[in-house]
């Protein structure tokens, strides 16, 4: 009789609960009432069900809210903390492997394709949390390998090396949980991503050391990825391998590797075609573009740079600028390039104009602080395109806005550490001087 009375008063005096829980005792007043003790109790099993579902959604709102303010402050860490507490949450306890990873990858995918270095920033410390949640050698090399593959995206868009150097550190320990009897085509897959951090670093540095590692390990990833298992795979270590090739061939005085270069390009088409992959095909397209004009750069003819151009403005017919911006960037500043090889050998001017569009275009996107590595080659290109005008039309003011352009692109090089790429704008900055002292 007690808790009869008890259920009939609270459905009749506010439980200072909110409306939501006076509704609910109102109803069960009623229902208890006329004897229906079951639906009561059904009642108020469904309430607590809601209840807990909109406790646990103001929850994740205000978790996400905290994502955001973290963002704004910059600090991707405390971010990632976040997101990794409101995975658990919506799991109801601790978050399962492949939920956090798809986490990462969201992030990764923006900040990879859209150019926005936070979300790397933020992929990067997600897939640090990740690898700490991973159990056993499969979830180990998977998180390291992921790991690497953010660090290594983000390193190459920034003028240092401490990215690229810890992307080789986790693709190396990758590898050791990945090794090649247990999981052969995953072993291949890291050779590739660690071949790929190592042509980076190897194309900022003087030497020639890392190229030669990063060539090793493309050509090891290719012992597992063959075309007949894994086509496109194979493929696309081919197209890597070719990049590789053409670096190294730059820095040689044959034209051997430069040769080896466009033929492992040529492979890659042979099955990354444009109707089954049309952005691996413009890849493609832009680094058979890249190893065809420095090999024309080192004959007399035109062909080899006009094969180029033509290269590149397929590329660019799918690395649209809304699709890929950075990637569209990178091959207009590649099309510059070789139109600037063109118009120096000509007569007249309007390719050295056309270069000039480019590389305009291009800068639309590599502004220098979303990617000042990238920013600096243009500003070296444009150095070059305006020595290129003063050689046609020998008027001081192309020197010094090379001059300019030149000093701009060091400053960068020498706060990043490419030793390379200072010792060749040197090169430039000497022969301007030499220029003007000629005039």
Known sequence: ?????????????????????????KRVAELSAEGEYGSAGDAIDAALSREEEESL??????????????LLDRDTKRAA??????????????????????????????????????????????????????????????????????????????????RLEEAVEAFEAALEEWTRDKVPLQWAGTQNNLGNALLILGGRESGTTRLEEAVKAFKAALEEWTRDKVPLDWAMTQNNLGYALRILG????????????????????????????????????????????TLGERESGTARLEEAVEAYEAA???????????????????????????????????????????????LEERSRDKVPFDWAVTQDSLSGLELAYFDKTKKSAHLDRA?????????????????????????????IKSRREGI
């Open 81 to 162: 903390e976040l997101l990794v507490r409101k995975a658990d949450m919506e799991a109801g306890g601790v978050a399962g492997f492949e939920n956090l990873r798809a986490v990462r990858h969201v992030y990764f995918e923006g900040g990879r394709d859209k150019g926005i270095n936070l979300d790397l920033e933020l992929a990067i410390d997600v897939a640090e949390l990740v690898k700490a949640r991973a159990d056993g050698w499969s979830e180990v090399g998977t998180a390291l390998n992921e790991l690497g593959i953010a660090l290594g995206t983000l390193g190459e868009r920034e003028s240092g090396t401490t």
């Open 403 to 431: 001059d300019a352009y030149a000093k701009a692109a060091r400053d960068v090089y020498a706060e990043g550490g490419a030793d390379h790429y200072v010792e060749r704008i040197d090169g430039r900055i000497a022969a």
């Open 57 to 70: 959604a103001r929850r994740v709102k205000l978790l996400e809210r905290g994502v955001e303010v973290a």
């Open 250 to 293: 730059e820095r040689e005085s044959g034209t051997t590797r430069l040769e080896e270069a466009v033929e492992a390009c040529e492979a890659a088409l042979e099955e990354w075609t444009r109707d089954k992959v049309p952005l691996d095909w413009a890849t493609t397209q832009n680094n058979l573009g890249a190893a065809l004009q």
């Open 316 to 362: 660019l017919e799918e690395w649209t600028r809304d699709k890929v911006p950075l990637d569209w960037a990178m091959t207009q500043n590649n099309l510059g390039a070789a139109l600037l090889a063109l118009g120096a050998r000509e007569s007249g001017a309007a390719r050295l104009e056309e270069a000039a569009q480019a590389y305009e275009a291009a």
């Open 1 to 25: 009789m007690e808790m009869a009375v008890r259920v009939q008063a609270d459905g009749r005096v506010s439980s200072n609960h909110g409306d939501f829980v006076d509704e609910v005792l």
